[in-house]
């Protein structure tokens, strides 16, 4: 009985390490990033600076999530633009806690200036008209 239990919470461990180890689809992540940022823009035009602190620190996450992505690939240009990103959501949280508008926008403009660097070399329009990256 106990063996049968070390086995089902070992066998449940090593499922529950393969899924946190697992990679979401690009495609995923990419969404969920231009949602915040959208997010962001909105809320840095409305001088919501709670909301953008939320859309920044989660921008931070995903930033760095992309990193990782890219970093995998051993593609050095996109993993500096993921890193640079993320430090630019950093800064505008920041900004946002010391309630510096001004500054908060200069970031947002360098965050999305890494979006724009990325998405000029890795993306591309396939023959169905759907983007993908490209390595």
Not at 15 to 20: E, G, H, K, N, R
Not at 104 to 117: A, D, I, R
Request: charge should be positive; aromatic fraction near 8%; proline fraction near 1%.
């Amino acid at each position: 009985m106990i063996r049968t239990w070390k086995f089902c919470a070992t066998a449940l461990c090593a499922f529950v390490l393969c899924l946190a180890a697992a990679e979401r689809p690009y495609e995923e992540m990419m969404k969920e990033l231009a949602g915040a940022c959208t997010s962001l823009k909105n809320n840095l035009d409305a001088k919501s600076m709670e909301g953008a602190t939320a859309d920044a620190a989660k921008l931070e996450k995903l930033f760095k999530e992309m990193e990782k992505f890219w970093s995998k690939k051993k593609v050095a240009d996109a993993t500096q633009w993921a890193k640079d990103g993320g430090t630019a959501a950093r800064m505008i949280v920041k900004a946002s806690k010391a309630g510096n508008g001004e500054e908060m926008m200069t970031q947002f403009k360098n965050l999305t200036g890494t979006c724009k660097s990325c998405h000029d070399v890795h993306r591309e329009k396939g023959p169905d008209g759907k983007w993908q990256i490209k390595i």
